[in-house]
């Protein structure tokens, strides 16, 4: 079994994505043989209303049963997002929340980026942060996100002690700062970005954090899933049993899944 926790349905406004439906990731999925999918709405991140995008993700996951595992998205700067936050959560059993503060047009350590997670620690759900959706290399004009910060990451790690984090598309990600910022036991970090060999970014990252702290993410459907596959492919130093959990056991437990 392998749960990918990097995954995205919608239309990016900046280039032709290879799936953007619910049924064109199911058949990506299926291609590749990914049985679930931890998934937020791109619709989100450029819709005024972001919650206009979680109704959109509700109805194009629902035909396929628990093949996805919804993430809500929440832009703390727009009228009403803790009522919004409380439907994704309770109505529509979202399991997890995405904040895109360069998107949405705030900072994760001011007034808005407080109270956000705030009050996601306070309903016990882990937040997902997505460093970078596109290579700034090849983005268009119009397209001038700034990467999430790792420095800010250690910094609202230690203010919210008490938050989980699912960390998407990251590089940086040093081990032993991560672990004294008290992020041990506390996070979900997925390798798209990061290497196996080479660099060995995952084996350090296990070494100062964990087995617990990896799982199996791909990007898609912004990257091609292969690359993903090597990796855990290339992970053949560890047990039969580690490798079950970086594939799916990680992501179940830290999701809460049955």
Request: with cysteine; proline share 3%.
């Amino acid at each position: 079994m392998i749960i990918d926790i990097n995954a995205t349905i919608g239309h990016y406004p900046f280039r032709q994505l290879a799936a953007r439906t619910g049924a064109e990731m199911i058949a990506m999925m299926d291609r590749w043989s990914i049985d679930r999918a931890v998934v937020s709405s791109l619709h989100s991140v450029f819709y005024r209303d972001a919650h206009r995008g979680n109704s959109e993700l509700l109805a194009e996951t629902q035909p396929y049963g628990d093949r996805f595992i919804c993430v809500a998205t929440v832009n703390p700067k727009y009228a009403g997002w803790q009522a919004d936050l409380e439907q994704a959560v309770q109505h529509m059993k979202m399991r997890a929340v995405t904040l895109v503060p360069a998107h949405h047009g705030y900072s994760l350590t001011d007034q808005y980026g407080r109270a956000a997670l705030d009050e996601i620690a306070r309903l016990e759900l882990p937040v997902l942060l997505t460093q970078r959706f596109e290579d700034r290399r090849q983005r268009h004009h119009w397209d001038v996100a700034e990467d999430l910060e790792v420095s800010t990451l250690l910094e609202i790690a230690r203010q919210h002690k008490e938050l989980r984090f699912v960390l998407s598309n990251w590089i940086g990600l040093d081990g032993p700062r991560l672990l004294a910022a008290g992020l041990k036991g506390r996070c979900l970090i997925d390798w798209a970005r990061m290497h196996v060999l080479l660099n060995k970014d995952v084996p350090k990252l296990i070494d100062a954090l964990g087995i617990e702290s990896v799982a199996f993410g791909s990007h898609m459907p912004f990257d091609y899933v292969a690359p993903s596959l090597v990796k855990l492919a290339n992970l053949d130093t560890l047990s039969v049993e580690d490798q079950e959990r970086v594939a799916w056991r990680n992501a179940a437990q830290f999701f809460k899944l049955k």
